[in-house]
């Protein structure tokens, strides 16, 4: 059984399978290693990239007849596979074609190997991307601040296709009578901010991020203090509390 414990054997078994030098048992050990194993997709996805491109590189030949009768004797000459091998099946030849040209074309196109390999090996790494975990959505984070930036208030978190996250981290505000906390976004593509809606001293907030304009880095979100029922004129009206940009994770 090939080994794939150390990076030096994963980087070797990957090689060999994009060669497609390995044993049929070894190949299904590198297939089911690679589903879970990123490292191992990395490699196989680098040997890959190394050697696709030598299949434009290598110029279209017609071989000689006399190449051919070796190609026959070195088939004769090989040893037969055992009876529990399982061998891909092959058109039968021909009196009138001399032993079969699509016959011939496979020995042919099997024997010059690695640009052959490579192409059919993309079929495979094609699949092992299908299958591979989808990579995780984008994150941002950004702290709000007083202006004064003398304490932070608020955690804000962005997870793409995801949610939108307030969380309190400084002591529960003290909100005066008749007024109320306000949440605000606005992204620097924007020409004005969006409510996000009013927000409980002390409470966290979870939001679909369906409700954000744009998910990106340097947008803005803000805590302002409005009227208990929120700004009248769909933009701030009383003072910043807590301001932040959103950086990504």
Do not use: C, H
Request: hydrophobic fraction near 45%.
């Amino acid at each position: 059984m090939i080994a794939l414990g150390t990076p030096e054997d994963r980087a070797g078994a990957a090689a060999e399978y994009v060669l497609g030098t390995l044993s049929a048992e070894d190949r299904a050990a590198v297939e089911s290693a690679s589903a879970n194993d990123r490292t191992l997709q990395a490699e196989i996805y680098a040997w890959q990239d190394r050697l696709l491109p030598l299949t434009s590189i290598v110029p279209p030949a017609e071989p000689s007849s006399a190449l051919w009768s070796r190609i026959d004797a070195l088939v004769d000459a090989m040893p037969r596979a055992p009876a529990t091998a399982v061998r891909p099946a092959l058109p039968a030849r021909t009196a009138a074609s001399g032993g079969g040209w699509w016959q011939r074309l496979g020995l042919w196109q099997g024997l010059s190997g690695l640009a052959v390999a490579a192409s059919v090996l993309l079929g495979v790494l094609l699949l092992l991307r299908v299958n591979a975990p989808e990579p995780a959505p984008a994150r941002y984070v950004a702290l709000l601040q007083s202006p004064d930036a003398q304490r932070t208030g608020y955690v804000v978190e962005v997870v793409a296709n995801r949610s939108v996250r307030l969380v309190p981290v400084g002591g529960p505000e003290v909100v005066p009578a008749g007024r109320a906390l306000q949440f605000w976004t606005k992204p620097q593509s924007a020409s004005g901010p969006t409510s996000l809606g009013l927000v409980r001293a002390g409470e966290t907030v979870v939001l679909p991020v369906s409700r954000l304009p744009a998910v990106e880095a340097q947008t803005l979100f803000e805590i302002t203090l409005e009227p208990e029922t929120g700004s009248p004129i769909g933009r701030p009206t009383g003072p910043i509390l807590y301001v932040g940009r959103t950086v990504a994770l």
